[in-house]
């Protein structure tokens, strides 16, 4: 089955440590992105790719970093730089950037305490 | 910039018809999709409208002005299983991306 895959479902860390949150689709897609959502808040992007080797900031990158060396994998690190880290994170993807058809993955509920 | 408005929350019964609007403002414009929400869940995308008009799936129809910078989506005979969140999207001014609305609760009672 084709479809988007983040892992873990929940995760728990401790103030000023990084942590990478995984992100895997094997939909054939070239365009990938990470959203945070929090309550009332919508979903807001971080970082979005549109094809291998290449990524760039939306509206919230600060604080994160990504990296996109295989077309099917797309991590997100939230670094301590991150100033309120707890959230809900969505990955998606898409045939081309800009498409008006995400695939969601499930999501990774992120507490950082 | 861009922007989307829509209402923070929607109620409604069982078998009834809710209208969800969205106003937006945008630098370029590439239409408007919106997507579902169940709580906990993934986004899933329902439709979208590049041109003006009623765009119908199933007991979900989507409606787009662009003369007036204004959608809805509109739900009919509303089943408890309809109870989500809605969100209202426009591409980024480059195209590359997606911009979401901040989503409209609706929850359907019996």
């Known amino acids: 089955d084709g479809g988007i895959t983040q892992s873990p479902k929940y995760l728990f860390r401790k103030e000023g440590q990084n942590v990478t949150l995984s992100c895997e689709q094997n939909?054939?897609?070239?365009?990938m992105y990470w959203y945070r959502q929090d309550p009332g808040q919508g979903l807001r992007l971080i970082y979005y790719s549109q094809i291998v080797n290449d990524f760039q900031k939306g509206d919230i990158a600060e604080g994160y970093s990504v990296s996109r060396e295989k077309k099917e994998s797309f991590p997100l690190t939230v670094t301590s730089a991150q100033k309120n880290p707890t959230a809900f994170y969505l990955c998606?993807?898409?045939?081309?950037?800009?498409?008006?058809?995400?695939?969601f993955g499930p999501g990774t509920r992120l507490t950082v305490t | 910039g861009q922007s989307l408005e829509q209402p923070s929350e929607v109620t409604a019964v069982e078998g009834a018809i809710v209208q969800i609007n969205c106003t937006y403002q945008?630098?370029?414009?590439?239409?408007l999709s919106w997507y579902q929400q169940h709580d906990g869940g993934a986004p899933t995308f329902l439709s979208y409208n590049g041109l003006d008009g009623l765009e119908e799936t199933g007991r979900f129809s989507s409606f787009l002005s662009r003369s007036d910078s204004y959608g809805y989506l509109l739900l009919q005979e509303l089943q408890m299983k309809d109870s989500a969140s809605y969100f209202c999207?426009?591409?980024?001014?480059?195209?590359?991306?997606?911009?979401f609305g901040k989503g409209t609760t609706l929850s359907v009672s019996s």
């Open positions: 999207a426009v591409p980024n001014q480059a195209g590359t991306a997606l911009i």
């Open positions: 939909l054939n897609h070239d365009a």
């Open positions: 998606a993807s898409s045939i081309n950037s800009g498409e008006t058809e995400q695939y």
């Open positions: 945008t630098s370029g414009f590439y239409g």
